[in-house]
C-alpha cells in the first residue's frame, strides 16, 4: 500500500542511505568468501585429479559465477537505494516546505493531501462586505495552488517509492543462495531476503487518521460549498476547484463508511422551505448531497430557525460527534445518495411550521 500524505510528510528517506550500506556490507562478505573459495579451489588443482575431480570443477565454476552475479546485484541494490534516498530526500522536503507555507499563511492542511481556508481567512470574509466574494474567490485560489502543489510531489513521491520497491523485489527475486561443494559459502551468506509483500486493501475496514480528517473537513464551513456543489455538479466550472470537490467528496464518504451505523430516530432542521418541495407524501427523494441531522430536536430547531423540522428514521447515518468541530450539534451524517421516503407532511396551525417525517430506503 503506498504511503499515506502524512507518513510522506513524517518520512526520513535518510533511512535509505543506513539500507544502502547494508547492502555494501553484504556484498564486501560475498567477495570475502567468494576469493576465500577460489583460492581453496586453487590449492586443490595440484593433489586432485579424475572424474571427481572435473565434476568438482564443473560446480565450482558454477558457484564462482553465481557469486560473482550476486555480488553485482547487491552492488545494484545499494547504489539504487543511495540515489532514492537523495532523490526522495528532496521531496519529502518540498512537501514540507509548502505544508508550513500553507499552514503560516493560516491554511488547514488536511491530509488527502488538501488545502483548505482557516478561521482567519473566513472571519475576513465575513467582514467583508460587497466585496466577500472577491476575498473568498482568493483564499480559495490561493489553497487550489497550494493542494496543486502538494498533489503534484506527493504523486511524485509516491512514484518513486512503487519504482523502488518494485525494482528491488526484481532484484532480489533473482538472487539465489551461492552454495556448492568443497569450501561454499557459509549458510548465512545466502541471496538478500525478498521484501515482504503488503496486501492492497489490508486496512480498509479501519477508521484512518485521513478518515478521521476529512469527518471533521465536512462539520467545518466547507461542508456547504461541498454539497453545493454535490446538488448542481455544473455549478462548479474551474476544473480544479472541481476535481478538489469530488476527490473531497470520495474522501468522505469513505470516511463515515468506516464508521458504524447509527440506527436510532435524528431530527433535521432546514431553513429554506423551497428546498423540501419534492418532499411530498410517498415520493422517493435521493439525496445528492451529503445530509446532516441531529440525536437531539433542540438542535434542528435552532438550525431552522422557524423553518421545516424533518424526523428521520434512518439506518445507516454515521454519528460522528466524537470526530466533528462542532460536537455539541450531536451531528448524524448520512452519505450522498441516501434515499428517503416521505411518510407525513403537515402543517401546523399554531406557528405555521411544516413538519415531515422521512424513512431512509434502499437504492434501486
Given at each position: 500500500?503506498?504511503?499515506?500524505?502524512?507518513?510522506?510528510?513524517?518520512?526520513?528517506?535518510?533511512?535509505?542511505?543506513?539500507?544502502?550500506?547494508?547492502?555494501?556490507?553484504?556484498?564486501?562478505?560475498?567477495?570475502?568468501?567468494?576469493?576465500?573459495?577460489?583460492?581453496?579451489?586453487?590449492?586443490?588443482?595440484?593433489?586432485?585429479?579424475?572424474?571427481?575431480?572435473?565434476?568438482?570443477?564443473?560446480?565450482?565454476?558454477?558457484?564462482?559465477?553465481?557469486?560473482?552475479?550476486?555480488?553485482?546485484?547487491?552492488?545494484?541494490?545499494?547504489?539504487?537505494?543511495?540515489?532514492?534516498?537523495?532523490?526522495?530526500?528532496?521531496?519529502?522536503?518540498?512537501?514540507?516546505?509548502?505544508?508550513?507555507?500553507?499552514?503560516?499563511?493560516?491554511?488547514?492542511?488536511?491530509?488527502?493531501?488538501?488545502?483548505?481556508?482557516?478561521?482567519?481567512?473566513?472571519?475576513?470574509?465575513?467582514?467583508?462586505?460587497?466585496?466577500?466574494?472577491?476575498?473568498?474567490?482568493?483564499?480559495?485560489?490561493?489553497?487550489?495552488?497550494?493542494?496543486?502543489?502538494?498533489?503534484?510531489?506527493?504523486?511524485?513521491?509516491?512514484?518513486?517509492?512503487?519504482?523502488?520497491?518494485?525494482?528491488?523485489?526484481?532484484?532480489?527475486?533473482?538472487?539465489?543462495?551461492?552454495?556448492?561443494?568443497?569450501?561454499?559459502?557459509?549458510?548465512?551468506?545466502?541471496?538478500?531476503?525478498?521484501?515482504?509483500?503488503?496486501?492492497?486493501?489490508?486496512?480498509?475496514?479501519?477508521?484512518?487518521?485521513?478518515?478521521?480528517?476529512?469527518?471533521?473537513?465536512?462539520?467545518?464551513?466547507?461542508?456547504?460549498?461541498?454539497?453545493?456543489?454535490?446538488?448542481?455538479?455544473?455549478?462548479?466550472?474551474?476544473?480544479?476547484?472541481?476535481?478538489?470537490?469530488?476527490?473531497?467528496?470520495?474522501?468522505?464518504?469513505?470516511?463515515?463508511?468506516?464508521?458504524?451505523?447509527?440506527?436510532?430516530?435524528?431530527?433535521?432542521?432546514?431553513?429554506?422551505?423551497?428546498?423540501?418541495?419534492?418532499?411530498?407524501?410517498?415520493?422517493?427523494?435521493?439525496?445528492?448531497?451529503?445530509?446532516?441531522?441531529?440525536?437531539?430536536?433542540?438542535?434542528?430547531?435552532?438550525?431552522?430557525?422557524?423553518?421545516?423540522?424533518?424526523?428521520?428514521?434512518?439506518?445507516?447515518?454515521?454519528?460522528?460527534?466524537?470526530?466533528?468541530?462542532?460536537?455539541?450539534?450531536?451531528?448524524?451524517?448520512?452519505?450522498r445518495g441516501t434515499s428517503f421516503l416521505v411518510t407525513e407532511r403537515r402543517v401546523n396551525p399554531d406557528d405555521g411550521r411544516t413538519y415531515i417525517r422521512v424513512e431512509e430506503v434502499a437504492n434501486d
Amino acid at each position: 500500500m503506498p504511503p499515506t500524505f502524512q507518513q510522506a510528510v513524517d518520512a526520513d528517506p535518510t533511512n535509505l542511505n543506513s539500507a544502502a550500506g547494508k547492502f555494501r556490507d553484504a556484498s564486501d562478505r560475498i567477495d570475502y568468501y567468494k576469493n576465500e573459495y577460489n583460492q581453496a579451489f586453487e590449492n586443490l588443482r595440484e593433489h586432485w585429479q579424475g572424474d571427481d575431480y572435473d565434476a568438482f570443477v564443473t560446480e565450482a565454476n558454477k558457484v564462482s559465477l553465481n557469486a560473482a552475479n550476486t555480488e553485482a546485484t547487491v552492488n545494484m541494490a545499494s547504489g539504487l537505494l543511495q540515489t532514492l534516498g537523495a532523490t526522495m530526500k528532496i521531496s519529502v522536503e518540498l512537501l514540507q516546505q509548502i505544508e508550513r507555507a500553507a499552514k503560516s499563511a493560516g491554511f488547514k492542511v488536511l491530509p488527502l493531501p488538501l488545502v483548505i481556508m482557516g478561521p482567519t481567512h473566513w472571519q475576513q470574509v465575513a467582514s467583508a462586505g460587497p466585496a466577500a466574494p472577491a476575498v473568498l474567490a482568493g483564499y480559495q485560489a490561493v489553497a487550489a495552488g497550494f493542494t496543486i502543489s502538494l498533489q503534484a510531489i506527493f504523486a511524485q513521491l509516491i512514484g518513486q517509492d512503487v519504482t523502488a520497491l518494485a525494482t528491488l523485489q526484481g532484484i532480489t527475486m533473482n538472487l539465489r543462495p551461492v552454495n556448492g561443494p568443497g569450501m561454499g559459502l557459509p549458510d548465512g551468506i545466502r541471496a538478500v531476503p525478498q521484501l515482504p509483500r503488503i496486501e492492497p486493501g489490508s486496512e480498509l475496514s479501519q477508521f484512518t487518521e485521513l478518515d478521521e480528517a476529512m469527518v471533521k473537513f465536512y462539520t467545518t464551513d466547507e461542508y456547504d460549498p461541498l454539497n453545493k456543489y454535490l446538488r448542481r455538479p455544473g455549478s462548479v466550472t474551474d476544473p480544479v476547484q472541481e476535481a478538489k470537490l469530488k476527490r473531497a467528496a470520495e474522501a468522505v464518504s469513505q470516511g463515515l463508511q468506516h464508521l458504524p451505523p447509527h440506527r436510532e430516530r435524528t431530527y433535521r432542521g432546514v431553513k429554506d422551505e423551497s428546498f423540501l418541495d419534492d418532499y411530498q407524501v410517498g415520493a422517493v427523494v435521493p439525496e445528492r448531497s451529503f445530509t446532516s441531522s441531529s440525536t437531539e430536536y433542540s438542535v434542528a430547531e435552532q438550525f431552522a430557525s422557524g423553518g421545516p423540522i424533518i424526523t428521520v428514521d434512518g439506518r445507516s447515518g454515521r454519528y460522528i460527534r466524537e470526530y466533528s468541530d462542532a460536537p455539541e450539534e450531536s451531528e448524524v451524517v448520512f452519505d450522498r445518495g441516501t434515499s428517503f421516503l416521505v411518510t407525513e407532511r403537515r402543517v401546523n396551525p399554531d406557528d405555521g411550521r411544516t413538519y415531515i417525517r422521512v424513512e431512509e430506503v434502499a437504492n434501486d
